[in-house]
């Protein structure tokens, strides 16, 4: 009989405990996670306003395990685009500067449940800054390994917080195969924002925010980046839970959003493949999306299917264009979350008037200083 909760192997199905250290199945694929949450909306309306407000939801055993700074509950916000309405959600307003921090909150908390005392990951930066912080608050260390060419604002963010930091020659993956070799050397914890499952158990509670906010409905279209997927796939766990709660009676459709510098799974897409293709990297202002091998490529893919979306992929003048517009409206977003909203003006374009359409303001421009001064000069 298959235990309530557990870890899902997503390859074979193999199931092992959701208390076990594993951070990959023993067929070499990524887990998933199967956990029945509940949702009482008049004990949800009277909790505090944070992501731990869905405390049902979320797997963590004991509250004395919950390492948290309050994040969580970022506002709306309607952005006139001609005739239409966008909004958009503020996450780059959590305490390390992006959304990362859903994430790291549930992560790190199910880590001090688990008793670990050391932990590797792999990081182009948000993510690195965000586990770092809540491993500092749970006394935990934490080896970040990062490409060199993060910004500095991230790499100094990371660093601050106590974490060891090694910087690796290359590109984005370069740093996952170190962080991976380390952790075979080194047999640790994996930390890590794209195979571990809880961290997509924080990024879910994105959906659960936006659901309260529009009075428990689920808008009709949602743009989210497409770099490693980790708010994609929390997003669509967190509105099919919803949906399978009888909360709302939809997921919406997921609009992915990448840059044309490193476009794997809007390739992967637009040309019916069954698997990742291997591309050349470009240069691009929007670090954060430069995954050229996304580990969940093909279930970010899969997600997306499964809502009627599909991929943009977004050029460097666009995304240098849409972050000075930000700007101009009085939001300091760092590059990466420009190109999202540059993909959300584009689908925008084709919206009906009356279209429910969410996106996402994902870190903070003081994070990417250097090129945004470097795009305001030029």
């Known amino acids: 009989m298959s235990k309530q909760n557990a870890l899902i192997c997503s390859k074979t199905g ?23 949450p509940t949702f009482d909306k008049n004990v949800i309306r009277m909790r505090s306003a944070n ?8 797997p963590i055993s004991f509250d004395t395990n919950i390492v948290s700074f309050g994040e969580g509950a970022t506002p709306l ?3 006139e685009l001609g005739t239409k309405k966008l909004i958009l959600k503020l996450d780059f307003m959590f305490p390390t500067g992006s959304y990362k921090d859903r994430g790291a ?34 006394g935990i260390l934490l080896d970040v390994y990062a490409p060199e060419s993060t ?29 991976l070799e ?3 050397n080194k047999n640790s914890y994996y930390a890590s924002h794209a195979y571990n499952p809880f961290f997509f158990q924080g990024t879910k509670t994105f959906a659960y925010e936006i659901c309260e906010q529009l009075g428990w409905k689920a808008p009709d279209t949602i743009i989210l980046p497409a770099g490693n997927g980790t708010l994609i796939i929390g ?32 390739q992967a897409f637009t040309q019916e493949l069954l698997h990742i293709p291997n591309i050349e990297i470009g240069k691009s202002y929007a670090e954060g999306l430069m995954v050229a091998t996304p580990v969940r490529g093909m279930q970010i893919i899969q997600y997306v299917e499964l809502t009627g979306g599909y991929f943009l992929a977004i050029d460097e003048e666009e995304i240098k264009e849409k972050t000075l517009f930000l700007t101009k409206k009085g939001y300091f977003v760092e590059p990466t979350s420009a190109a999202v909203f540059a993909g959300a003006c584009e689908y925008m374009k084709i919206a009906t008037d009356d279209e429910v359409v969410v996106s996402v303001l994902t870190g903070s421009g003081l994070k990417a200083e250097n090129a945004i001064s470097e795009m305001i000069k030029t």
């Open 14 to 36: 193999q199931e092992y405990s959701i208390n076990d250290l594993r951070w990959k199945s023993e067929a070499d694929a990524p887990l998933n996670i199967r956990f029945m």
């Open 77 to 79: 916000q309607t952005l």
């Open 182 to 184: 380390a952790i075979e």
């Open 235 to 266: 997003a669509y766990i967190g509105f099919r839970e919803l949906l399978k709660a009888g909360i709302t009676t939809k997921i919406p459709k997921i609009i992915g959003v990448q840059v044309a510098a490193c476009a794997p799974l809007y």
């Open 105 to 138: 909150s549930v992560l790190v908390s199910k880590m001090k449940e688990l008793g670990i005392k050391h932990a590797i990951m792999d990081s182009s930066g948000n993510a690195g800054a965000a586990i770092a912080a809540y491993c500092a608050k749970a």
């Open 51 to 58: 992501m731990w407000r869905y405390r049902e939801a979320l």
């Open 151 to 179: 910004s500095s604002a991230k790499l100094t963010q990371i660093i601050a917080y106590g974490a060891n930091l090694k910087l690796i020659k290359g590109t984005r993956q370069d740093a996952t195969f170190a962080a």
